[in-house]
């Protein structure tokens, strides 16, 4: 199992999750806003769990704390969307992880990169968090550049807006 020599930390002593985040943080991802209608209201949440599970029929996922409000309201809802955020969006991606399940605005959604728009299919917990599967009736792309996070901080992808 020791193949790169650094930081190998056996997943059961002691601090292994300090590690374990450390490591997951060293996979670059995109990040997205979870969306769903509430009344009058769209409200969001920010994740970075995204994939897409099945081109045909087209599936995505992402993952959601088992205790998260979102959830909740996910299983309510029946549908959501996930909006890819676009590289000058940071602060929003922050401030729906700071206030998850917050009214979002339709410039906020406009200005984002992608839209993925689903049907909720399935959830399937495992450890402490909870796959949301999403069947995709829609999708919707812009012209700008994701936003990134990598090690804990919000980057870029350069060079590849067209
Ligand atoms: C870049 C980034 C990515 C995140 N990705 C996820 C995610 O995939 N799933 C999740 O449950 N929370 C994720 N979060 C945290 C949520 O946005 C939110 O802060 C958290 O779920 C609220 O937790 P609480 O219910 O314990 O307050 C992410 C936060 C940031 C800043």
């Known amino acids: 199992m020791e193949v790169l020599k650094k930081h190998h930390i056996e997943c059961d002593g002691q601090h292994w999750q300090q590690e374990y985040k450390s490591t997951l943080g060293r996979f670059p991802t ?32 992402f993952s959601l704390k088992n205790h998260s409000r979102f959830l909740g309201k996910v299983r309510d809802a029946r549908q959501f969307s996930v909006y890819f955020l676009a590289r000058p969006q940071a602060e929003e991606a922050l401030m729906f992880a700071k206030q998850p399940a917050s009214p979002v605005s339709p410039q906020v959604l406009g ?13 399937y917990q495992k450890g402490d968090h909870t796959m949301v599967f999403g069947e995709v009736k829609a999708v919707e792309h812009g012209r700008g550049d994701a936003l990134a996070y990598y090690r804990s901080h919000f980057t870029s992808v350069e060079g590849y807006a067209s």
Do not use: M, W, Y
């Open 30 to 61: 995109g990040v997205c806003l979870a969306v769903l209608e509430e009344g009058d209201d769209k409200i969001a949440i920010t994740i970075n769990s995204f994939s897409s599970v099945s081109l045909v029929p087209p599936i995505i996922q």
């Open 111 to 123: 200005d984002s990169a992608a839209a993925i728009h689903c049907r909720l299919e399935d959830t």
